[in-house]
């Protein structure tokens, strides 16, 4: 998938569980991009502070330079015309006006490199990333390890009290499930196993 000769341009999405590679498998790519002497451009929205303020990074540690954006809006306002690579990590904390924005710029002959979760804590799929495989020209699902049997997992469980679909978290807050050991609704915390009024 690196080595694509058209004119157009197109979208790619790498999508799957947390814990599944999508941030290293982004950074790769945008990186031969780099080394093919491209201008790469990379953004990544401004709630997800977990391990840098202005870089996305993996959980492997691997990182490289971001613009921090409030809305997938900002990416137009802040991107250098001179940019043919643009990479947008966590796309799931975008609004759904990434997937036109993302369609704009493959229209311009961009090359768009989109990473981000497919499901939340529920395995509900997690907008926009259905409406941006639907459009991408290239789908890529990773996958992680199940943290309790060592299958391929799918799932990114949630290991702490919240109804709030969006928890921005890390280790210790999730983990990532195969489909057999992946509970939409988790037993609430001990304590409150002995607290009718929890």
Known sequence: ????????GWIEVI???MYSGKSEELIRRLRRAEIARQRVQV??????????????????ELKMPSVVIDNAAEILQKLDPRTSVIGIDEAQFFDATLV???NRLAGLGKRVIIAGLDMDYR???FEPMPQLMAVAEYVTKAHAI????????????RTVLSKDRVLVG???M?????RKHFDPNPVPATEDLFNPNA
């Open 123 to 125: 395995g509900i799929p």
């Open 1 to 8: 998938m690196d080595v694509i000769t058209q004119e157009s």
């Open 15 to 17: 999508t799957g569980s």
């Open 146 to 157: 199940c943290v309790v049997c060592g299958s391929p997992a799918n799932y990114s469980q």
């Open 100 to 102: 036109e924005i993302s």
């Open 43 to 60: 953004f990544k929205p401004k709630i997800d502070e977990r391990y840098s303020t202005d870089h996305i990074v993996s959980h492997s």
């Open 170 to 172: 890390a280790a210790g």
């Open 174 to 178: 999730y983990e990532a499930r195969c």
